[in-house]
């Protein structure tokens, strides 16, 4: 946090600029650089996974298999991939030349973009924390990293541990909320990753609009499911709820709403139940595997979402554990009223819910959801169980989101390689793999022409009239 009043001395200038000389010193640009920050991040966070694990169990009540799951693994997983396939990423290539400038040969060169800020949330705060930070290590970039206050106990272990790992300062943390961050966007940066909210996000693009400074916006909003695979009810059913449920809700690409057919309403509800059940236990509130709510604030809001809700899975809730059941509800129809969307009857409908309720919305049809899903904001990703292709091929072609995956929720920002990002309010720009390459490098095309023969001289003046076109 800022201890200071001097802004000569506060953190955040610290940080940068500490983070701008060493980048300047060309120090992090030799690919055996590159590969060392790689290789020490991934110690960082082999050498204390209990440490981690306990910061994830504090913060969001996160038990060791999901912690290993969706936040070291997978963490490790893109470090692997990228130290893997970072002395090819980082190869010059070869670049077009037309016929009309030879003789000459181009060479596209990737090079770093400087000094790289990281604003993480609190609901992944290790891999959306580290996972961006891998590919910004790997393009020979330094990095600021901006942990979330909300999640207070990996903040503190990720702001210990950095120092250590990172002896030369490649890498800094600056802990802290508004105020602090507010100070770290003042500064120049050459690259911000912006991970969090649609409000922040405009926050965020304006302030790095003053320094013309490109950014990475990983968003969130409501999420889509189309289910009409009734010969495979249970399974979808307990990948839906899987998806939901995991981390109590709190995931940007987690399902916000299920849309089916009326007549499938009652059967799919009495699998969700079933699967929920199945994963959690009858009580889950007593099992080690099902999350907390971050915090108070979120949770009035969530229980606040129920009211006017027909409760038809779950719906207990206790607010001194932040404690809110796996719960499924039914939204009575508002008549003329949009089913889902800004103009929707009820808020749990219009708000991105970020928690674990999940709205079963009866639609007449595949074409009616995908009229609903086009009503508004483009999703971060969209989720089809159907046994149709042609069903399946409708959302895929007439639907717009971060990503669509069919029968499965979650899985596809696992698949190391595949962009991860959103589109429109869902955000800008991807990263994971090669793309992470692509978002913190320049690709530099680097021309060399001979001075002879001396080609230019038939594009230059004086004219000669004989219509020369390039
Ligand atoms: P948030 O936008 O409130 O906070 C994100 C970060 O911004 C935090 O580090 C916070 O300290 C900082 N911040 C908050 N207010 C600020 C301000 N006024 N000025 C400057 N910085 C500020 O988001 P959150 O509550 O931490 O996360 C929830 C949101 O993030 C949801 O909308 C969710 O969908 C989205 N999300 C998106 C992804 C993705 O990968 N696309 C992943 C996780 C969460």
């Not at 981690?52 to 060791?64: Q, T, Y």
């Amino acid at each position: 946090m800022s201890t200071t009043t001097s802004p000569e001395l506060s953190p955040a200038r610290t940080a940068v600029s500490g983070a701008r000389r060493l980048f300047d010193s060309g120090a992090t640009r030799p690919p055996a650089a590159r590969v060392g920050q790689l290789r020490a991040l991934r110690a960082m966070l082999t050498e204390n996974e209990p440490a981690f694990e306990a910061a994830l169990w504090s913060d969001l009540h996160k038990s060791g298999g999901e912690a290993q799951l969706t936040e070291i693994g997978v963490t490790l997983a893109e470090i692997n991939h990228t130290l893997r396939h970072l002395r090819r990423w980082a190869r010059p290539r070869r670049g077009p030349v037309p016929a009309s400038l030879r003789p000459a040969r181009a060479r596209l060169v990737s090079e770093p973009l400087g000094v790289v800020l990281v604003i993480a949330p609190w609901n992944y705060p290790v891999q959306l924390l580290l996972d961006p930070l891998a590919g910004v290590l790997a393009a020979g970039n330094t990095a600021v990293l901006k942990p979330s206050e909300l999640a207070p106990a990996t903040s503190a272990l990720v702001a210990r541990l950095v120092p250590r790992y990172f002896p030369d300062g490649a890498v800094r943390v600056v802990e802290g909320g508004v105020p602090e961050t507010t100070e770290l966007l003042a500064q120049r940066f050459d690259h911000i990753v912006f991970t969090g909210s649609g409000t922040v996000g405009r926050v965020v693009m304006r302030a790095a609009a003053e320094h013309l400074t490109p950014v990475t916006l990983e968003l969130g909003g409501k999420s889509p499911v189309w289910f009409d695979d009734d010969a495979r009810l249970r399974q979808a059913a307990r990948r839906i709820a899987w998806a939901k449920f995991t981390n109590a809700g709190q995931t940007c690409v987690a399902p916000d709403y299920v849309m089916t057919t009326p007549d499938r309403v009652p059967a799919l509800v009495d699998a969700l139940k079933d699967a929920v059940a199945d994963l959690w236990g009858a009580d889950p509130r007593t099992g080690r595997d099902y999350g907390r709510i971050v915090n108070e604030r979120q949770f009035d809001r969530l229980v606040g979402l129920l009211e006017g809700t027909d409760v038809v899975v779950g719906g207990d809730h206790d607010r001194a554990e932040r404690y809110i059941a796996p719960t499924v509800v039914l939204v009575p129809s508002g008549g003329e009223r949009p089913a889902v969307g800004p103009d929707a009857a009820h808020p749990v409908l219009r708000e991105e819910i970020f928690g674990p309720v999940l709205p079963v919305v009866a639609v007449e049809s595949a074409e009616e959801a995908v009229r609903v899903v086009n009503g508004w904001d483009k999703p971060l990703a969209l989720y089809v169980f159907s046994s149709s292709a042609r069903t399946r091929r409708l959302f895929e072609q007439h639907t717009s989101s971060g990503a669509v995956a069919h029968g499965a929720g979650l899985v596809h920002v696992a698949a190391t390689g595949l962009p991860f990002g959103g589109v429109g309010a869902s955000g800008m720009g991807a990263y994971h793999g090669v793309h992470s390459w692509r978002a913190f490098s320049h690709l530099k095309p680097v021309l060399r022409k001979p001075l002879a023969p001396d080609t230019l001289r038939l594009v230059q003046p004086p004219f000669t009239g004989l219509g020369l076109r390039l």
